[in-house]
């Protein structure tokens, strides 16, 4: 059986294709931006009212997705830091606030998953 025969359906050219997606139980990225410059906040829709020098930007990914809803949470109980924008599709997280809180944000929710929900994670990175 060649290729052109699995793409076609009763002789008729349909395109089959399944997606399934079996997320782990993990965090892919988590990075802090220390002092980022202006363009960057103004990209990302974030607030640009900030003083930039001790300001910083938190990424997180994780999945499954959901947890990004959790993670928003952790990061926002634990320091004085902002919701840049979470996605519970995606799994993505973004705070921003002074680098020491954002720091302690993205720490808290990597230590959580990782403790408590037992989640593989990454090492929380920065630039």
């Given at each position: 059986m060649d290729i052109n025969e699995l793409l076609t359906d009763n002789g008729k050219d349909k395109l089959r294709?399944?997606?399934?997606l079996v997320p782990g139980k993990q965090v892919t990225l988590a990075h802090?931006?220390?002092g980022p410059d202006a363009v960057?906040?103004?990209?990302?829709?974030l607030n640009p009212d900030l003083d930039y020098a001790r300001s910083a930007i938190g990424?997180?990914?994780v999945s499954p997705a959901e947890t990004a809803v959790i993670a928003a949470d952790i990061a926002i109980k634990t320091?004085?830091?902002?919701l840049g924008f979470v996605d519970r599709f995606s799994g993505t997280?973004?705070?921003t606030g002074m680098v020491s809180d954002t720091e302690s944000a993205i720490n808290a929710v990597v230590?959580?998953?990782?403790?408590?929900l037992g989640f593989a994670v990454c090492e929380v990175t920065r630039t």
């Amino acid at each position: 059986m060649d290729i052109n025969e699995l793409l076609t359906d009763n002789g008729k050219d349909k395109l089959r294709i399944i997606q399934e997606l079996v997320p782990g139980k993990q965090v892919t990225l988590a990075h802090i931006i220390s002092g980022p410059d202006a363009v960057l906040y103004q990209k990302l829709g974030l607030n640009p009212d900030l003083d930039y020098a001790r300001s910083a930007i938190g990424i997180l990914t994780v999945s499954p997705a959901e947890t990004a809803v959790i993670a928003a949470d952790i990061a926002i109980k634990t320091a004085n830091v902002d919701l840049g924008f979470v996605d519970r599709f995606s799994g993505t997280l973004i705070v921003t606030g002074m680098v020491s809180d954002t720091e302690s944000a993205i720490n808290a929710v990597v230590s959580y998953v990782r403790d408590t929900l037992g989640f593989a994670v990454c090492e929380v990175t920065r630039t």
